[in-house]
Nanobody
């Protein structure tokens, strides 16, 4: 069964960058599309980005297009989220989760194998 663990969060100033990692175990990563989601205090969980099992297709929320890049290294069983030009409104707990494909990206809780999350705080 797929198990996911996020890392790489932290405190960064506005305009800064972070790279999040989602490490997989228990199942071959290349069988799964992987989505990144986030949840800020008092807000619903929302989709940030998704990458297909092969890495050939990606999706992004409008709010992060041009700033965030999702990638995967199936040999390392890891999916990455490079976040540039960070804004205070990007502050949230970031989670990764798995699905068969990214067509379900708009329905976060259709994804499974959620990690524990990693906190990203953008503040001066």
């Amino acid at each position: 069964q797929l198990q996911l663990v996020e890392s790489g969060g932290g405190l960064v100033q506005p305009g800064g960058s972070l790279r999040l990692s989602c490490a997989a175990s228990g199942s071959t990563l290349d069988l799964h599309a992987i989505g990144w989601f986030r949840q800020a205090p008092g807000k619903e969980r929302e989709g940030v980005s998704c990458i297909s099992s092969s890495g050939g297709s990606t999706r992004y929320a409008d709010s992060v297009k041009g700033r965030f890049t999702i990638s995967r290294d199936n040999a390392k069983n890891t999916v990455y989220l490079q976040m540039n030009s960070l804004k205070p409104e990007d502050t949230a707990v970031y989670y990764c989760a798995g699905h068969s494909d990214c067509s379900w990206f708009d329905f976060p809780f259709s994804f499974g194998s959620w990690g524990q999350g990693t906190q990203v705080t953008v503040s001066s």
